[in-house]
Protein backbone atom coordinates (compact mmCIF):
# COMPACT_ATOMS: atom_id res chain seq x y z
CA UNK A 1 0.00 0.00 0.00
CA UNK A 2 0.68 3.52 -0.36
CA UNK A 3 -0.15 7.10 0.46
CA UNK A 4 0.61 10.34 -0.86
CA UNK A 5 1.16 12.83 2.22
CA UNK A 6 0.16 16.77 2.18
CA UNK A 7 3.10 19.35 1.15
CA UNK A 8 5.46 19.76 4.34
CA UNK A 9 4.93 23.77 4.39
CA UNK A 10 8.83 23.48 6.69
CA UNK A 11 11.17 21.83 4.06
CA UNK A 12 9.38 22.37 1.09
CA UNK A 13 9.06 18.29 0.18
CA UNK A 14 7.50 17.39 -3.06
CA UNK A 15 4.68 15.39 -2.56
CA UNK A 16 6.63 11.38 -3.30
CA UNK A 17 4.27 8.79 -3.08
CA UNK A 18 5.11 6.56 -0.04
CA UNK A 19 4.81 2.73 1.60
CA UNK A 20 2.16 3.29 4.60
CA UNK A 21 4.53 0.89 6.55
CA UNK A 22 7.24 3.85 6.51
CA UNK A 23 4.61 7.19 7.69
CA UNK A 24 5.18 8.13 10.74
CA UNK A 25 3.46 6.51 13.97
CA UNK A 26 1.88 10.16 14.99
CA UNK A 27 1.26 12.13 12.34
CA UNK A 28 0.84 9.10 10.04
CA UNK A 29 1.26 11.76 6.60
CA UNK A 30 4.66 12.16 6.26
CA UNK A 31 7.58 9.70 6.03
CA UNK A 32 9.38 8.18 9.14
CA UNK A 33 12.69 9.27 8.80
CA UNK A 34 13.76 8.97 12.65
CA UNK A 35 13.94 5.82 15.20
CA UNK A 36 13.46 7.34 18.55
CA UNK A 37 16.43 6.34 20.95
CA UNK A 38 14.33 6.84 23.94
CA UNK A 39 11.41 4.35 23.10
CA UNK A 40 11.80 3.36 19.16
CA UNK A 41 8.87 5.36 17.85
CA UNK A 42 9.47 5.77 14.02
CA UNK A 43 8.82 9.16 13.27
CA UNK A 44 8.96 12.09 11.10
CA UNK A 45 11.71 15.41 11.66
CA UNK A 46 8.49 17.73 12.30
CA UNK A 47 7.19 15.55 14.83
CA UNK A 48 10.06 14.45 16.53
CA UNK A 49 10.75 18.47 16.97
CA UNK A 50 7.41 18.72 18.27
CA UNK A 51 7.85 15.92 20.82
CA UNK A 52 11.06 16.71 21.55
CA UNK A 53 10.45 20.19 22.33
CA UNK A 54 6.65 19.26 24.24
CA UNK A 55 8.68 17.43 26.93
CA UNK A 56 11.24 19.73 27.78
CA UNK A 57 8.54 22.29 28.19
CA UNK A 58 6.54 20.36 30.22
CA UNK A 59 9.19 19.03 32.54
CA UNK A 60 10.08 22.62 32.97
CA UNK A 61 6.03 23.60 33.73
CA UNK A 62 5.57 20.73 36.09
CA UNK A 63 9.15 21.54 38.15
CA UNK A 64 8.44 25.54 37.71
CA UNK A 65 11.37 25.76 36.90
CA UNK A 66 11.69 29.68 36.26
CA UNK A 67 9.24 32.63 37.30
CA UNK A 68 8.32 35.79 35.32
CA UNK A 69 11.26 38.40 35.25
CA UNK A 70 13.58 35.89 36.35
CA UNK A 71 16.94 36.21 34.74
CA UNK A 72 19.04 32.83 34.08
CA UNK A 73 22.51 32.02 33.33
CA UNK A 74 23.20 29.02 31.14
CA UNK A 75 25.84 27.08 31.90
CA UNK A 76 27.44 27.25 27.85
CA UNK A 77 30.66 24.97 26.96
CA UNK A 78 29.87 25.22 22.83
CA UNK A 79 29.14 21.45 23.07
CA UNK A 80 26.00 19.30 22.26
CA UNK A 81 24.09 19.78 25.47
CA UNK A 82 24.35 23.33 26.15
CA UNK A 83 24.26 24.42 22.53
CA UNK A 84 21.01 22.73 22.53
CA UNK A 85 20.01 24.22 25.90
CA UNK A 86 20.31 27.85 24.46
CA UNK A 87 18.48 27.14 21.59
CA UNK A 88 15.95 25.51 23.58
CA UNK A 89 15.35 27.94 26.16
CA UNK A 90 15.21 30.75 23.75
CA UNK A 91 12.48 28.90 21.41
CA UNK A 92 10.75 28.05 24.00
CA UNK A 93 10.82 31.03 26.43
CA UNK A 94 9.39 33.18 22.62
CA UNK A 95 6.79 30.73 22.42
CA UNK A 96 5.57 29.79 25.75
CA UNK A 97 6.11 33.62 26.77
CA UNK A 98 7.94 32.42 30.49
CA UNK A 99 9.19 35.79 30.98
CA UNK A 100 12.93 35.23 31.86
CA UNK A 101 15.94 36.67 30.49
CA UNK A 102 18.90 34.63 29.35
CA UNK A 103 22.44 35.04 29.66
CA UNK A 104 25.27 32.82 28.24
CA UNK A 105 27.80 31.75 31.30
CA UNK A 106 30.95 30.25 30.02
CA UNK A 107 34.18 28.82 31.76
CA UNK A 108 37.26 28.97 30.44
CA UNK A 109 39.47 26.19 32.44
CA UNK A 110 42.80 27.04 29.89
CA UNK A 111 42.65 23.39 28.15
CA UNK A 112 44.69 24.74 25.41
CA UNK A 113 43.44 22.49 21.65
CA UNK A 114 39.72 22.16 23.39
CA UNK A 115 38.61 25.01 25.63
CA UNK A 116 39.53 27.89 23.33
CA UNK A 117 37.99 25.91 20.41
CA UNK A 118 34.98 25.67 22.26
CA UNK A 119 34.87 29.41 23.45
CA UNK A 120 35.21 29.94 19.82
CA UNK A 121 31.85 28.69 19.48
CA UNK A 122 29.88 29.54 22.40
CA UNK A 123 30.85 33.60 20.56
CA UNK A 124 29.58 32.56 17.39
CA UNK A 125 25.98 31.36 19.56
CA UNK A 126 26.07 34.18 20.85
CA UNK A 127 25.79 35.93 17.78
CA UNK A 128 23.36 33.77 16.95
CA UNK A 129 20.86 33.60 19.07
CA UNK A 130 21.43 37.30 20.38
CA UNK A 131 22.28 36.45 23.92
CA UNK A 132 24.78 38.38 26.34
CA UNK A 133 27.44 36.62 27.28
CA UNK A 134 30.09 36.51 30.15
CA UNK A 135 33.74 34.17 30.44
CA UNK A 136 34.98 33.58 33.52
CA UNK A 137 38.40 31.70 33.86
CA UNK A 138 40.26 29.49 35.99
CA UNK A 139 43.01 31.44 35.17
CA UNK A 140 41.76 34.64 36.69
CA UNK A 141 40.12 33.14 39.28
CA UNK A 142 42.97 30.59 40.81
CA UNK A 143 45.98 31.56 38.68
CA UNK A 144 46.35 28.16 37.68
CA UNK A 145 44.95 26.67 34.36
CA UNK A 146 44.16 23.02 33.63
CA UNK A 147 46.92 22.70 31.88
CA UNK A 148 48.97 24.05 34.47
CA UNK A 149 47.12 21.88 37.20
CA UNK A 150 47.21 18.54 35.22
CA UNK A 151 51.32 19.26 35.03
CA UNK A 152 51.47 19.40 38.35
CA UNK A 153 49.02 16.98 39.81
CA UNK A 154 48.30 14.48 37.13
CA UNK A 155 45.87 13.37 34.70
CA UNK A 156 44.11 11.22 37.25
CA UNK A 157 42.10 13.58 39.09
CA UNK A 158 41.77 16.40 36.64
CA UNK A 159 37.80 15.82 36.38
CA UNK A 160 37.85 16.18 40.12
CA UNK A 161 40.31 19.91 40.07
CA UNK A 162 38.26 20.81 36.75
CA UNK A 163 34.72 20.00 38.88
CA UNK A 164 35.01 21.63 42.05
CA UNK A 165 37.11 24.92 40.05
CA UNK A 166 34.16 24.79 37.57
CA UNK A 167 31.27 24.75 40.16
CA UNK A 168 32.79 27.54 42.25
CA UNK A 169 33.18 29.65 38.96
CA UNK A 170 29.61 29.09 37.89
CA UNK A 171 28.60 30.59 40.88
CA UNK A 172 30.57 33.33 41.17
CA UNK A 173 30.21 34.29 37.52
CA UNK A 174 26.36 34.37 38.02
CA UNK A 175 27.10 36.06 41.37
CA UNK A 176 29.11 38.96 39.21
CA UNK A 177 26.22 38.99 36.86
CA UNK A 178 23.33 38.95 39.61
CA UNK A 179 21.84 35.96 38.85
CA UNK A 180 20.90 33.08 41.17
CA UNK A 181 19.98 30.62 39.01
CA UNK A 182 22.73 28.77 36.67
CA UNK A 183 21.20 26.11 34.01
CA UNK A 184 22.77 23.41 32.88
CA UNK A 185 22.91 20.82 30.04
CA UNK A 186 23.25 17.45 32.26
CA UNK A 187 20.73 15.05 29.95
CA UNK A 188 19.32 11.74 31.30
CA UNK A 189 22.42 9.67 30.65
CA UNK A 190 24.59 11.63 32.76
CA UNK A 191 21.89 11.46 35.52
CA UNK A 192 21.36 7.96 35.07
CA UNK A 193 25.24 6.91 35.27
CA UNK A 194 25.50 9.31 38.34
CA UNK A 195 22.66 7.62 39.91
CA UNK A 196 24.73 4.35 39.10
CA UNK A 197 28.15 5.72 40.07
CA UNK A 198 26.42 6.59 43.72
CA UNK A 199 24.88 2.95 44.03
CA UNK A 200 27.97 1.52 43.02
CA UNK A 201 30.06 3.37 44.96
CA UNK A 202 27.85 3.11 48.22
CA UNK A 203 27.57 6.81 48.26
CA UNK A 204 24.14 7.02 49.70
CA UNK A 205 24.23 10.79 50.81
CA UNK A 206 25.25 11.25 47.07
CA UNK A 207 22.21 8.92 45.63
CA UNK A 208 19.65 11.22 47.73
CA UNK A 209 20.81 14.44 45.53
CA UNK A 210 21.84 12.93 42.23
CA UNK A 211 18.39 12.79 40.87
CA UNK A 212 17.32 16.21 41.89
CA UNK A 213 16.30 18.87 38.97
CA UNK A 214 16.87 21.47 41.48
CA UNK A 215 19.87 21.49 43.32
CA UNK A 216 21.60 24.12 45.87
CA UNK A 217 24.48 23.75 47.43
CA UNK A 218 24.87 24.82 51.43
CA UNK A 219 26.03 28.35 51.83
CA UNK A 220 25.33 29.43 48.31
CA UNK A 221 22.56 31.83 47.08
CA UNK A 222 22.63 29.98 43.85
CA UNK A 223 20.36 26.87 42.11
CA UNK A 224 21.11 24.68 39.55
CA UNK A 225 18.46 23.01 37.47
CA UNK A 226 18.65 20.87 34.86
CA UNK A 227 15.48 20.91 32.18
CA UNK A 228 17.20 17.87 30.02
CA UNK A 229 16.94 15.50 33.22
CA UNK A 230 14.72 13.25 31.22
CA UNK A 231 16.17 13.90 27.63
CA UNK A 232 18.20 10.94 25.48
CA UNK A 233 21.98 12.50 24.48
CA UNK A 234 21.29 10.74 21.57
CA UNK A 235 17.85 12.89 20.99
CA UNK A 236 19.54 15.62 21.91
CA UNK A 237 22.01 15.07 19.23
CA UNK A 238 19.55 13.96 16.79
CA UNK A 239 17.99 17.49 17.31
CA UNK A 240 20.91 19.33 17.11
CA UNK A 241 21.94 17.97 14.11
CA UNK A 242 18.45 18.28 11.80
CA UNK A 243 18.30 21.42 13.53
CA UNK A 244 21.98 22.26 12.30
CA UNK A 245 23.06 23.74 15.57
CA UNK A 246 26.60 25.23 15.22
CA UNK A 247 28.41 22.98 17.98
CA UNK A 248 31.95 22.27 19.33
CA UNK A 249 32.04 17.80 19.24
CA UNK A 250 35.82 17.65 20.12
CA UNK A 251 36.44 15.13 23.35
CA UNK A 252 38.81 17.00 26.15
CA UNK A 253 41.87 16.11 25.68
CA UNK A 254 42.08 14.62 29.47
CA UNK A 255 40.16 11.62 29.76
CA UNK A 256 37.07 11.13 32.10
CA UNK A 257 37.16 9.78 35.40
CA UNK A 258 37.93 6.21 34.46
CA UNK A 259 35.03 5.09 37.15
CA UNK A 260 32.90 7.44 35.10
CA UNK A 261 34.08 5.98 32.19
CA UNK A 262 33.36 2.35 33.14
CA UNK A 263 29.95 3.28 34.46
CA UNK A 264 29.12 5.13 30.69
CA UNK A 265 30.30 2.08 28.91
CA UNK A 266 28.33 -0.18 31.26
CA UNK A 267 25.03 2.12 30.66
CA UNK A 268 25.23 1.88 27.25
CA UNK A 269 25.60 -1.47 26.63
CA UNK A 270 22.18 -1.96 28.76
CA UNK A 271 20.60 0.76 26.96
CA UNK A 272 21.14 -1.24 23.69
CA UNK A 273 19.32 -4.08 24.88
CA UNK A 274 16.86 -1.93 26.80
CA UNK A 275 16.58 1.55 25.58
CA UNK A 276 14.23 2.84 28.19
CA UNK A 277 16.97 1.85 31.55
CA UNK A 278 18.22 5.09 30.90
CA UNK A 279 14.98 6.24 32.39
CA UNK A 280 14.05 3.61 34.73
CA UNK A 281 17.61 4.22 36.71
CA UNK A 282 16.34 7.86 36.78
CA UNK A 283 13.22 6.78 38.09
CA UNK A 284 15.04 4.01 40.50
CA UNK A 285 17.08 6.60 41.91
CA UNK A 286 14.03 9.07 42.28
CA UNK A 287 12.09 6.43 44.26
CA UNK A 288 15.01 5.22 47.01
CA UNK A 289 13.87 6.15 49.91
CA UNK A 290 16.88 6.21 52.84
CA UNK A 291 16.91 4.77 55.80
CA UNK A 292 16.27 8.09 58.47
CA UNK A 293 19.95 8.34 59.96
CA UNK A 294 20.79 7.36 63.53
CA UNK A 295 19.65 9.94 66.48
CA UNK A 296 22.71 10.20 68.56
CA UNK A 297 20.91 10.00 72.18
CA UNK A 298 23.43 12.24 74.13
CA UNK A 299 23.80 14.51 71.19
CA UNK A 300 27.27 14.68 71.48
CA UNK A 301 28.13 14.05 67.40
CA UNK A 302 25.14 16.36 66.45
CA UNK A 303 26.60 18.97 68.93
CA UNK A 304 29.98 18.58 67.49
CA UNK A 305 28.91 19.12 63.64
CA UNK A 306 26.86 21.86 64.94
CA UNK A 307 29.95 23.41 66.70
CA UNK A 308 32.23 22.63 63.97
CA UNK A 309 30.16 23.18 60.92
CA UNK A 310 28.55 25.87 59.45
CA UNK A 311 25.22 27.72 58.10
CA UNK A 312 23.72 29.14 54.63
CA UNK A 313 25.61 32.48 54.81
CA UNK A 314 29.47 31.61 55.92
CA UNK A 315 32.61 32.34 54.09
CA UNK A 316 35.55 30.65 53.31
CA UNK A 317 38.63 31.54 55.68
CA UNK A 318 40.96 31.67 52.61
CA UNK A 319 39.53 33.09 49.89
CA UNK A 320 35.86 35.06 51.56
CA UNK A 321 33.54 33.32 48.78
CA UNK A 322 30.80 31.22 50.59
CA UNK A 323 31.21 27.84 51.52
CA UNK A 324 29.45 25.61 53.84
CA UNK A 325 32.71 24.71 55.47
CA UNK A 326 35.75 26.34 56.92
CA UNK A 327 37.64 26.15 53.67
CA UNK A 328 36.08 25.76 50.88
CA UNK A 329 36.56 22.71 48.43
CA UNK A 330 38.55 24.61 45.67
CA UNK A 331 41.19 26.23 48.45
CA UNK A 332 41.99 22.96 49.73
CA UNK A 333 42.52 22.35 46.16
CA UNK A 334 44.83 25.59 45.79
CA UNK A 335 47.16 25.02 48.70
CA UNK A 336 47.87 20.81 47.53
CA UNK A 337 48.50 21.96 43.95
CA UNK A 338 51.15 24.91 45.90
CA UNK A 339 52.52 22.65 47.93
CA UNK A 340 53.27 19.97 45.25
CA UNK A 341 54.06 23.03 42.56
CA UNK A 342 57.86 23.21 42.98
CA UNK A 343 58.68 19.18 43.99
CA UNK A 344 56.92 18.14 40.48
CA UNK A 345 60.03 18.31 38.49
CA UNK A 346 61.79 16.87 40.75
CA UNK A 347 59.38 13.83 41.67
CA UNK A 348 56.25 13.19 39.91
CA UNK A 349 55.15 10.37 41.85
CA UNK A 350 55.17 12.08 45.10
CA UNK A 351 52.66 15.07 43.47
CA UNK A 352 50.48 12.31 42.92
CA UNK A 353 49.96 10.83 46.42
CA UNK A 354 49.92 14.92 47.17
CA UNK A 355 46.47 14.74 45.13
CA UNK A 356 45.52 11.65 46.43
CA UNK A 357 46.04 13.15 49.78
CA UNK A 358 43.87 16.10 48.84
CA UNK A 359 41.03 14.09 47.32
CA UNK A 360 41.04 12.01 51.04
CA UNK A 361 40.56 15.50 52.67
CA UNK A 362 37.88 16.34 50.05
CA UNK A 363 36.12 13.12 51.05
CA UNK A 364 35.68 14.09 54.38
CA UNK A 365 34.29 17.75 54.03
CA UNK A 366 30.34 18.49 54.20
CA UNK A 367 28.93 19.09 50.88
S1 LIG B 1 36.75 15.91 30.89
FE1 LIG B 1 37.43 16.46 32.95
S2 LIG B 1 39.16 17.85 32.65
FE2 LIG B 1 38.03 17.78 30.72
S3 LIG B 1 36.59 19.53 30.82
FE3 LIG B 1 35.51 17.68 31.57
S4 LIG B 1 35.80 17.75 33.80
FE4 LIG B 1 37.32 19.14 32.88
ZN1 LIG C 1 5.01 12.89 11.90
ZN1 LIG D 1 38.01 29.47 49.54
Known sequence: MSYTPPSDPVNKVTNKTIKISQLCELCHSRKAVIKRPKNLQKICKLCFFHVFETEIHNTIVTNN????????AVGASGGKDSTVLAHMLKYLNEKYNYGIEIVLLSIDEGIVGYRDDSLATVKRNQQQYQLPLEIVSFKELYNWTMDEIVATAGIRNSCTYCGV?????????????????VITGHNADDMAETVLMNILRGDVARLEKSTAIITKSKGSPIKRSKPFKYSYQKEIVLYAHFKKLDYFSTECTYAPEAFRGTAREFMKNLESVRPSCIIDIIQSG??????QKKVHTNGQQNSNKVA???????????????????????????????RNRPSITLDNDSSVDGAARVMRQLEHMSF
Open 286 to 291: ENLVLK
Open 165 to 181: FRRQALDRGAEKLGIHH
Open 308 to 338: GGFVDGNRCTKCGYLSSNDICKACILLEGLE
Open 65 to 72: LFYKGERV
